[in-house]
């Protein structure tokens, strides 16, 4: 029987995905034969409300030296995060000496703006590599896994967090009650967490299950953050939604009854409720949508197939380790997948799919017929940056939260 990794609880599978690679482990040739693949399934536990897988590869595996994802892959991103410092720095203006905490500060995206400011930080990320590029640009990084231990050794050697960030990092931890207990032991007493990660309520609406990955472990919701944190006394007492990786939640967490708890907390607790989000039947009904959208992309690619069509894909995220990997979908249907990340190009997307990674910037002279966009959650920026294809008679086909053809 399988625990519950929040509240230890049994837990109900309700989904295979089959067997998966690690999402950003992108590959190169001599690799093929010799990756690891584990069984992707889904469970969600009714005691606590959260959404999980019920295995996961160790996480050495997943964050290591090769990291391959950069957040500052994307300007967009670039900007969502420095809005979030300055409305951070505006808060910490009457605070002396303030500390701010990163827990997986990655390519230091969000603390470079910090640093600039002068204000004492610590970033976090237990991947070699893109700690150096933190520190390359002047960030104050160590490269650990966050728990209790390492929480104690921060606190020792620099003292309390006014703010700890940990964006996009909730859903990787295994143990995640070892670092929710370690960020209450980090935190100042009026001190802020702020966490941001895919919502399941987004997830649920969207169809999208190319979030479920073993990197995003738990897809979390108001629900089920309240009762981690509310097992160490404390509470979620602000929410902002954003259009993000197709749809995330930010939480502001304090110490139990530091903070008012703000109208948008109530509005969205009910928005929850009203979906269901705390019943097993919720998650039955996605998966068949799942299952629909994945015969639909399979069948679409191999009828262009038939008809000669050259196929491409644009972004290689890791949410498109999933849709490969779960719909089937290998180098014999997709020719190549362009992508921005130099920790991607060259390399092949993992598992069975193993298709060709080439820089992005041979996108506009490549020809082809029709192009799915892995990263549909930049298709502002990227429809916008790619505009000639469109006008070329190229054809973009977007596979979540609905298969949609743009001509
Ligand atoms: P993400 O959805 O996890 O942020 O990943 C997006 C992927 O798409 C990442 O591998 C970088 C890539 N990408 C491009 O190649 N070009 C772009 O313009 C953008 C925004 C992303
Ligand atoms: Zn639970």
Redesign the pocket.
């Known amino acids: 029987m399988s625990r519950c990794r929040v509240c230890f609880k049994p837990i109900k599978k309700f989904m295979s995905f089959g067997k998966m690679p690690i999402a950003n482990s992108f590959i190169k040739k001599d690799k093929f034969k010799k990756q690891y693949f584990y069984d992707m399934e889904a469970g969600f536990c009714k005691s606590c409300s959260t959404f999980q897988l019920i295995k996961v590869p160790k996480a050495k595996l997943m964050f290591n030296e090769k990291y ?4 500052s ?5 670039k900007k969502h995060w420095s809005n979030l410092s300055k409305k951070i720095i505006n808060n910490l203006k009457n605070n002396k000496n303030p500390f701010v905490v990163e827990i997986g500060s990655n390519d230091g995206i969000f603390l470079e703006n910090i640093a600039k400011k002068k204000i004492n930080h610590l970033g976090i990320d237990a991947s070699k590599n893109v700690c150096e590029i933190s520190k390359s640009k002047g960030i104050n990084s160590l490269n650990a896994f966050f728990n209790e231990k390492t929480a104690r050794k921060i606190v020792a050697k620099y003292g309390k967090a006014d703010v700890i960030v940990c964006t996009n990092t909730m859903h990787h931890i295994e143990d995640i009650n070892g670092v929710v207990k370690g960020m209450s032991d980090l935190l100042k007493d009026k001190g802020t967490i702020i966490t941001e990660d895919p919502s399941l309520k987004e997830m649920l609406n969207k169809n999208a299950y190319d979030q479920i990955y073993a990197e995003h472990m738990y897809i979390w919701s108001l629900s089920s953050i309240n009762f981690l944190f509310g097992k160490y006394k404390m509470e979620v007492y602000d929410i902002e939604n954003n259009k ?2 197709g749809g995330c939640s930010r939480y502001f967490i304090a110490k139990n009854n530091v903070k008012k708890i703000t109208k948008k907390v109530q509005v969205h607790k009910i928005l929850e409720k009203k979906l269901k989000i705390n019943k097993l039947s919720t998650y039955i009904n996605f998966k068949n949508k799942v299952n629909s959208l994945k015969k639909e992309l399979k069948s679409k690619l191999i009828q262009l197939k038939k008809r000669n069509k050259i196929i491409v894909g ?7 380790t999933t849709i490969l990997n779960f719909c089937n979908i290998d180098y014999k249907l997709i020719d190549k997948i ?4 130099n920790t ?1 190009i060259n390399k092949y997307t993992p598992g069975k799919s193993l298709i060709k990674i080439e820089n ?1 910037d041979k996108f506009k002279k490549t020809k082809s017929d029709y192009c799915v966009l ?2 549909w ?2 298709q502002k ?2 429809l916008a ?1 790619e505009k000639n294809y469109l006008e070329k008679n190229g054809k973009w086909i977007i596979p979540v939260p609905s298969l949609k053809v743009i001509k």
């Open positions: 391959a994802y950069l957040a892959t994307s300007n967009f991103m993000l990786h644009y972004g290689a995220p890791a949410k498109s362009f992508d921005n990340s991607k992005s892995f990263a959650n930049h920026e990227i940056k």
